[in-house]
């Protein structure tokens, strides 16, 4: 094989591959959101952002992407994380440990971070330059003292139910596409409690960002592929 067509061939192959790995393949059409979709926007707030108390690398680049999308939906949720003083997430609430060493909760394992997202707080505040103007219901979560939640389906028990799955189906929603921070924590778990409860999933990948700690991101990806969660652009959608 003459060695321009070659490079030309492992070129092409090597774009399939990544189309794949999106979930997408090649020359799909692009997806469009009806009415019985709804855009999820996940804890995008002053303490996941430059400047916060759990800052996310480049957080607030989510919050062009999600208002561009925001225009194509009719129905949208927003998440906030809404923690009470003296969480129980909170590497401060426990003596001798640092923000993200791990201990023991009635629940399982649990991060322990930094004093973030404090309610009533600016730094628990919506980021400013959030646009959404079909936004009809905030999820508030981790107001339980004592439990962390990263889902916006279910507390970090698996047990305790936020509501916002029968809110959803209440108003006929069927497809979910989620944005936000971070990725590999509430993002992830957001999305693998809603395929749980039924719906399909779709994760903007350029409308979230990362914390990735100690190679969460990638096993976050892993776990979210292997409920069934589909990955993608925002370009994909129409």
């Known amino acids: 094989m003459h060695a321009t067509t070659r490079r030309t061939l492992l070129k092409a192959l090597s774009g399939a591959a990544a189309l794949a790995a999106t979930g997408r393949s090649f020359g799909a059409a692009k997806i469009t959101p009806d009415a019985r979709s709804a855009l999820i926007v996940v804890d995008v707030q002053n303490c996941f952002v430059t400047g916060g108390t759990l800052p996310v690398k480049g957080g607030e680049e989510v919050v062009p992407v999600i208002n561009k999308l925001a225009v194509g939906f009719q129905n949208i949720v927003v998440t906030?994380?809404?923690?009470?003083?003296?969480?129980?997430?909170?590497?401060?609430?426990?003596?001798?440990?640092?923000?993200?060493?791990?201990?023991?909760?009635?629940?399982?394992?649990?991060?322990?971070?930094?004093?973030?997202?404090?309610?009533?707080?600016?730094?628990a505040a919506l980021h400013k330059g959030l646009l959404l103007p079909t936004a009809q219901i905030i999820i508030r979560k981790g107001f339980h003292k004592e439990m962390d939640s990263y889902s916006a389906f279910d507390e970090a028990d698996h047990k305790t139910a936020t509501g916002l799955a029968g809110y959803l189906k209440a108003r006929g929603i069927k497809t979910l596409y989620i944005t936000g921070l971070a990725t590999d924590f509430c993002v992830a778990w957001t999305a693998m409690d809603a395929r749980k409860a039924g719906f399909e999933v779709y994760v903007i990948e350029d409308a979230t960002r990362a914390i990735d700690l100690n190679g969460s991101l990638a096993a976050a990806w892993k776990s979210m592929s292997a409920k069934g969660v589909k990955r993608i652009q925002s370009s994909d959608l129409a």
Do not use: N, R
């Open 80 to 123: 906030q994380d809404w923690h009470t003083p003296g969480h129980a997430s909170f590497a401060s609430t426990h003596q001798g440990k640092k923000p993200f060493e791990t201990t023991k909760l009635s629940y399982g394992t649990q991060v322990l971070w930094p004093d973030h997202c404090v309610q009533g707080t600016d730094d």
